[in-house]
Nanobody, 119 residues
Framework: QVQLVESGGGLVQAGGSLRLSCTASGRTESIHTMGWFRQAPGKDREFVASVGGTDGRTYYRDSVKGRFTISRDNAKTTVNLQMNSLTPEDTAVFYC????????????WGQGTQVTVAS
């Protein structure tokens, strides 16, 4: 089992920045990829960014490219999401997730952290 704990959400003005962090514990050696997802009110949860594999390859949804940066520490137990130039459309609950080796799915999820961007 893997446990994920997010931190860093909050309220920010449009154009501002926030940094989210997610720390994994438990069987962290089983993690291949860590990612961030978000869910806005009345909308489906959507992929935001991920980092994984031995080479730390990153992926982003188009709407956050150039504004968000995902990174992980060398131990691969902490993943950060630096979010710049935030807009009200970024308002959502952000979730950290972990995809284990050999699994097609993100099997582990954090509890979520609220990000609110005021116009």
């Amino acid at each position: 089992q893997v446990q994920l704990v997010e931190s860093g959400g909050g309220l920010v003005q449009a154009g501002g920045s926030l940094r989210l962090s997610c720390t994994a514990s438990g069987r962290t050696e089983s993690i291949h990829t860590m990612g961030w997802f978000r869910q806005a009110p009345g909308k489906d949860r959507e992929f935001v960014a991920s980092v994984g594999g031995t080479d730390g390859r990153t992926y982003y949804r188009d709407s956050v490219k150039g504004r968000f940066t995902i990174s992980r520490d060398n131990a691969k137990t902490t993943v950060n999401l630096q979010m710049n130039s935030l807009t009200p459309e970024d308002t959502a609950v952000f979730y950290c997730a972990a995809l284990p080796l050999g699994s097609p799915n993100y099997d582990y999820w954090g509890q979520g952290t609220q990000v609110t961007v005021a116009s």
